[in-house]
C-alpha cells in the first residue's frame, strides 16, 4: 500500500512542477499519508504553495485540474489495487503562508515536504509553532483522531491569539 502511495506522490511533484513551473514554491502531503500511516482509503491530503495563484478556491481548483488530469490513469491503477486515494489539495500563496493558518495544526506533525523551494515552508510555520509553544498548546490524541487543547490555561473571557 505504501509503494502505491508513494508512486502517486512521485507522479503528482512531477506534475505540480511541470505545472506551476517557477511558480512551484513547495509542495506537502499531510494527514495520514503524510504520517506514514495510510488506510486503503486515504486521501492524499496535500498544501500547494505557488505565487500568481488565481484568486479564490474555485479557480485554484480549476488551474489544478491540468495536474489532476494527468493523473487519472495512476488514480484508477491505485483503485483497481484496492485503494481509494482521493486527492484533497489545499492550495496557498508565500504571503497566505506567512499569515499562519489552522491547517499548519494538521501539518506540524504530520507534513512531510515533497518538495520546498529555499526551505520556505520548513522555516515559514517556525513562527505559528513558536506562538503555539507560548500558549502552551498540546495535541491529544484520543481512540483514532486528536484534537488540539489550544491554551490549557484558558480562563472564561481571556482573548488570545495563534
Request: charged residues 25%.
Amino acid at each position: 500500500m505504501h509503494g502505491q502511495y508513494e508512486l502517486l506522490l512521485s507522479k503528482l511533484l512531477a506534475e505540480c512542477r511541470h505545472h506551476y513551473g517557477d511558480r512551484l514554491v513547495s509542495v506537502a502531503v499531510f494527514g495520514s499519508v503524510g504520517r506514514g500511516t495510510p488506510h486503503p482509503d486515504s486521501d492524499l491530503d496535500l498544501l500547494i504553495v505557488a505565487e500568481g495563484l488565481p484568486d479564490g478556491r474555485l479557480a485554484r481548483v480549476r488551474d489544478f485540474q491540468a495536474v489532476e488530469a494527468t493523473l487519472v490513469p495512476d488514480l484508477a491503477e491505485a483503485h483497481a489495487a484496492g485503494l481509494a486515494p482521493e486527492l484533497s489539495p489545499v492550495f496557498k500563496t508565500p504571503a497566505e503562508v506567512e499569515l499562519g493558518s489552522l491547517l499548519f495544526l494538521d501539518m506540524i506533525e504530520d507534513a512531510r515536504l515533497l518538495y520546498d523551494r529555499e526551505n520556505f515552508l520548513r522555516d515559514s510555520p517556525a513562527a505559528f509553532q513558536a506562538r503555539l509553544r507560548r500558549l502552551g498548546a498540546r495535541r491529544i490524541w484520543r481512540g483514532n483522531t486528536w484534537f488540539w487543547d489550544l491554551k490549557p490555561d484558558y480562563k472564561i473571557g481571556e482573548v488570545f491569539e495563534l
